[in-house]
């Protein structure tokens, strides 16, 4: 899900910075309101763990590769504010020292990933709790699962209208396939395969990390 530099257009990735850098400062203001020092060292470890899962990517069809990203285990354990902080500095750290991402493309990078998943997630589970669906470990699956389907998505949709919103003598200045290529090049695989995976391991990390460290949210 990491977009590098040049298959963005700089419009796109000017949008992408303002709106991630508006999220990110939200959730930084109401992280530090709530984090104390047990916390905040839980949630270095925790980052720590998110940055070593999304360095090993593995290949899917059609040529790409996938990883998982431990955000959604991350977002229950300490909330979406924690895991946006989290998630972002280590997007962040990817970025700028092992070239994971792009410079340029980080903000779109940041937002698909540090600030979308912790928001579907919260957001899928209150509402799974709203319909009365008791039952934790399945609110959990099923939340993890959307909001990885729903970063993938973002991603395909950002890449795919690059071809269509910016073209030069009808050839594409950027990335060069459309939406009926990229959805489905990245929709397949996490939907089939990665989306399943992520929510499955945070089915079974949340509850031993969460009495290991006595983590209370």
Same mark, same amino acid.
């Given at each position: 899900?990491?977009?590098?530099?040049?298959?963005?257009?700089?419009?796109?990735?000017?949008?992408?910075?303002?709106?991630?850098?508006?999220?990110?400062?939200?959730?930084?203001?109401?992280?530090?309101?709530?984090?104390?020092?047990?916390?905040?060292?839980?949630?270095?470890?925790?980052?720590?763990?998110?940055?070593?899962?999304?360095?090993?990517?593995?290949?899917?069809?059609?040529?790409?590769?996938?990883? =998982?990203? $431990?955000?959604?285990?991350?977002?229950?354990?300490?909330?979406?504010?924690?895991?946006?902080?989290?998630?972002?500095?280590?997007?962040?750290?990817?970025?700028?020292?092992?070239?994971?991402?792009?410079?340029?493309?980080? $903000?779109?990078?940041?937002?698909?990933?540090?600030?979308?998943?912790?928001?579907?997630?919260?957001?899928?589970?209150?509402?799974?709790?709203?319909?009365?669906?008791?039952?934790?470990?399945?609110?959990?699956?099923?939340?993890?699962?959307?909001?990885?389907?729903?970063?993938?998505?973002?991603?395909?949709?950002?890449?795919?209208?690059?071809?269509?919103?910016?073209?030069?003598? $009808?050839?594409?200045?950027?990335?060069?396939?459309?939406?009926?290529?990229?959805?489905?090049?990245?929709?397949?695989?996490?939907?089939?395969?990665?989306?399943? =995976?992520?929510?499955?391991?945070?089915?079974?990390?949340?509850?031993?990390?969460?009495?290991?460290?006595?983590?209370?949210?």
């Amino acid at each position: 899900m990491h977009i590098p530099d040049g298959y963005l257009s700089p419009q796109t990735c000017v949008t992408f910075y303002a709106a991630s850098t508006v999220a990110v400062g939200f959730a930084f203001a109401k992280f530090k309101k709530s984090v104390d020092e047990k916390t905040f060292v839980h949630l270095s470890v925790a980052s720590a763990f998110t940055f070593i899962v999304m360095m090993f990517n593995f290949p899917v069809v059609g040529g790409s590769s996938a990883h =998982i990203t $431990g955000i959604p285990l991350i977002t229950y354990l300490f909330g979406p504010f924690s895991s946006i902080i989290a998630s972002a500095v280590v997007l962040i750290i990817q970025a700028l020292l092992f070239r994971d991402g792009g410079i340029l493309a980080l $903000g779109a990078n940041v937002f698909n990933m540090a600030v979308a998943i912790p928001l579907v997630t919260i957001f899928v589970d209150s509402i799974l709790k709203t319909a009365n669906l008791k039952n934790e470990k399945v609110r959990m699956f099923i939340s993890t699962y959307i909001s990885i389907n729903m970063a993938a998505l973002l991603t395909a949709v950002e890449l795919g209208l690059q071809p269509i919103l910016f073209t030069k003598a $009808g050839k594409p200045l950027y990335f060069m396939y459309d939406l009926k290529t990229t959805i489905p090049a990245m929709m397949v695989p996490h939907l089939l395969m990665v989306g399943v =995976i992520e929510a499955v391991l945070t089915v079974l990390l949340y509850s031993p990390l969460k009495n290991f460290a006595k983590i209370k949210k």
